[in-house]
């Protein structure tokens, strides 16, 4: 992410609330659109990111820590900039589809035969669920 020095001086910093992992950058960018500047995603980019490279012992534990604060942040970024209402409506399925689907290869694109129902499916709707409701509340 690039950002005019200005416009840090202007918004501030990431919102450490989204902290540990997830959205930050995404909040950033809503905030800075919010405040006047242009956003541009370059969606052409490849950046490959060795997710858990050295922490692989920690997979299991790190994976729900993972899930949870992904769809808690998008719980908050999306109440906070498009209202509840529309959160519940159209990001609540695809969260909630998020939580128990994964892609077999991650490298490639999704499409039904590049899914997999991911290890222990109803763990992962009850932490999504723990998610939701932290989201919702938060902020």
């Known amino acids: 992410m690039l950002v ?3 416009a840090f001086k202007r918004i501030g910093l990431l919102d450490e609330g989204l902290a540990p992992m997830y959205g930050e950058d995404v909040e950033y960018s809503f905030r800075v659109w919010k405040n006047g500047y242009k956003v541009i995603y370059a969606g ?10 050295t922490i692989d012992k920690f997979k299991e534990t790190l994976q729900k820590k993972k899930l949870y604060c992904s769809i808690r942040n998008s719980i908050i970024i999306s109440k906070t900039y498009f209202g509840l209402l ?3 409506l159209f990001g609540l399925p ?4 998020a939580a128990l689907l994964d892609k077999k290869d991650k490298s490639a694109g999704v499409n039904l035969k590049n899914l997999r129902l991911k290890k222990g499916p109803f763990a992962n709707i009850l932490l999504a669920l723990k998610a939701i409701r932290s989201g919702i509340k938060t902020g």
């Open 4 to 6: 005019k020095t200005e």
């Open 44 to 53: 052409h980019t490849c950046v490959i990111h060795h997710e858990s490279y």
């Open 94 to 97: 695809i969260l909630l589809i």
């Open 86 to 88: 529309r959160t519940l």
